[in-house]
T-cell receptor, first 116, second 116 residues
Framework: AQKITQTQPGMFVQEKEAVTLDCTYD???????LFWYKQPSSGEMIFLIY??????QNATEGRYSLNFQKARKSANLVISASQLGDSAMYFC?????????????FGKGTSLLVTP | DAGVIQSPRHEVTEMGQEVTLRCKPI?????LFWYRQTMMRGLELLIY????????DSGMPEDRFSAKMPNASFSTLKIQPSEPRDSAVYFC??????????????FGPGTRLLVL
């Protein structure tokens, strides 16, 4: 079964606008971590933001914020004031603890294109 | 601080040849991960180490793949003999620990492998 679901294969947003990239996850483990990574066309994986399952507040890192809705098992990434350099693939990932090991399970990604 | 370093960045080889990929994790990080990224399967964990000891190698495709971590600052992933289906981007990642934000995995730039 898919652990991480990203339902938007591609998204467009105009420069300076905000955009939300969707991510839902599936786990029965009470302890888990959620991550977002950016992969530009150059190929590297760039860490953006982390949310722990026990964190009370939504994580924020500069223009990135994570809209964490635990009951709905969603962890959407919000990018405010989009810039042309934000055009890239975005991956949501989850780490389940304990017996599941510590591998990251990645979604299939969302391709974001920021237009002038 | 230097990030995760991988070499080579690109490798083109012929079927049947031995391929060795190298990784230097971020200094002080206790966990090292090897991932493979393909269009068909996305990002998948191959193996990870804790304090130089392999913990989970269940993702290693077959006996042709082997990984070592002789010390805290160096790891190798070897494919012998290589096959065209091994063509992929191989990422190395490291993390400080497994608690809270320490579990964030930082990725190297990747090695693009093409097996002809």
């Amino acid at each position: 079964a898919q652990k991480i679901t990203q339902t938007q294969p591609g998204m467009f947003v105009q420069e300076k606008e905000a955009v939300t990239l969707d991510c839902t996850y599936d786990t029965s483990d009470p302890s888990y971590g959620l991550f977002w990574y950016k992969q530009p066309s150059s190929g590297e994986m760039i860490f953006l933001i982390y949310q722990g399952s026990y964190d009370q507040q939504n994580a924020t890192e500069g223009r990135y914020s994570l809209n964490f809705q635990k009951a709905r098992k969603s962890a959407n990434l919000v990018i405010s004031a989009s810039q042309l350099g934000d055009s890239a693939m975005y991956f949501c990932a989850m780490r389940e603890g304990g017996d599941s090991g510590y591998a990251l399970n990645f979604g299939k990604g969302t391709s974001l294109l920021v237009t002038p | 601080d230097a990030g995760v370093i991988q070499s080579p960045r690109h490798e083109v080889t012929e079927m049947g040849q031995e391929v060795t990929l190298r990784c230097k994790p971020i200094s002080g990080h206790d966990y090292l991960f090897w991932y493979r990224q393909t269009m068909m399967r996305g990002l998948e964990l191959l193996i990870y180490f804790n304090n130089n000891v392999p913990i989970d190698d269940s993702g290693m495709p077959e006996d042709r793949f082997s990984a070592k971590m002789p010390n805290a600052s160096f790891s190798t992933l070897k494919i012998q003999p290589s096959e065209p289906r091994d063509s992929a981007v191989y990422f190395c990642a490291s993390s400080l620990g497994l608690a809270g934000s320490q579990e964030t995995q930082y990725f190297g730039p990747g090695t693009r492998l093409l097996v002809l």
